[in-house]
């Protein structure tokens, strides 16, 4: 699965932070200096846990706070110059893929209020908590420049469990900021969605939207894939992954998902298959959990099946394979 992200200016404008542990995570500096150079995503996840790791456990939230359009390119400019928050937003949701493959971002109306929500497609990244606080800052801050002023946010939810000390995420978002969440979001009044800077430019935005969907159908093409290996992660642990339940979480019949893979070249149980495995290690490595609860995370209904899967896996057992780290 090839998902990537785009370096744009992000790199070059906040390259004391992330410079010093390139190597590290096996970048060059030419990240620093190439605004279109492509890397994986998983590296720019881990390159921003590791420097918030030694420098500032807040760094995703402290990079976010001072985005600016042209840190994430064509699509940060194509944001600011929507008529008004809700074109905003579509735009977001629609052409996220131009700058970053893995990343998910969902718009929804409820009972008079917007919520916006953030995830990553792949299931085997456990360590994400800078990324999520760096997305919904970000997303907050573009859209205040689109709005022209300050949303006035009701809540923020994240994924990961509460850090210690939240006075930086109070200090940013202003409102009620929770966590364990189902997905890292924000909400806010439905009326928001009218809100303009009053300084968009219609003509650029038109062409930029042109450029996008040209650049859309290029870095589009694992989307079926990112899609399915997300629902099947999240389905692992009810022991339901079959074809029938993803296609129903898909809105499509089992023979539209069918054709669908076929014309992808996508072998449905290999995926399941290489899914369980790639999550399993991500588990094993994480020391928070016990290989009991990683047998059922996996869906696994006796822990002598997760043995022997694994051992097929890696030629060691998971006990044994956990004490190499």
């Not at 998910?104 to 008079?112: D, L, W």
Request: aromatic fraction near 10%.
């Amino acid at each position: 699965m090839k998902q990537t992200i785009l370096s744009e200016k992000l790199f070059t404008d906040f390259s004391n932070y992330f410079e010093p542990f390139l190597q590290e995570v096996g970048l060059t500096k030419a990240v620093l200096k190439d605004p279109s150079y492509e890397f994986p995503e998983r590296k720019f996840v881990e390159l921003l846990e590791l420097a918030a790791n030694i420098e500032n456990n807040d760094l995703g939230l402290k990079i976010g706070n001072q985005i600016l359009p042209e840190h994430i390119g064509a699509l940060g400019h194509a944001i600011v110059n929507a008529g008004n928050l809700k074109q905003a937003i579509e735009t977001a949701v629609n052409y996220i893929v131009t700058y970053s493959h893995f990343s998910h971002i969902q718009f929804a109306q409820r009972e008079g209020k917007v919520e916006i929500s953030y995830q990553i497609s792949d299931p085997t990244i456990l360590q994400k908590r800078q990324d999520a606080e760096f997305a919904i800052a970000t997303i907050y801050q573009i859209l205040n420049q689109c709005a022209g002023q300050e949303i006035q946010l009701t809540a923020v939810e994240f994924e990961h469990d509460k850090p210690s000390n939240i006075s930086t995420h109070k200090s940013i978002f202003k409102c009620p900021v929770r966590f364990n969440a189902a997905k890292s979001k924000l909400t806010f009044p439905v009326a928001a969605l009218q809100l303009s800077s009053g300084n968009n430019d219609s003509r650029l935005f038109n062409i930029l939207i042109s450029h996008l969907d040209n650049e859309k159908k290029i870095r589009d093409v694992s989307q079926l894939k990112d899609q399915l290996s997300f629902l099947i992660a999240s389905q692992l642990h009810t022991g339901d992954v079959s074809i029938n339940n993803i296609s129903k979480l898909l809105g499509c019949s089992v023979r539209t998902l069918q054709r669908r893979l076929d014309d992808k070249g996508i072998d449905y149980s290999f995926l399941l298959n290489d899914i369980r495995q790639k999550l399993a290690i991500s588990y094993i490595k994480d020391t928070r959990f016990t290989l009991i609860d990683i047998s059922n995370k996996l869906g696994y209904k006796e822990s002598s099946s997760f043995t022997r899967a694994f051992k097929r896996w890696t030629g060691m057992t998971p006990k044994k394979y956990r004490q190499t780290f």
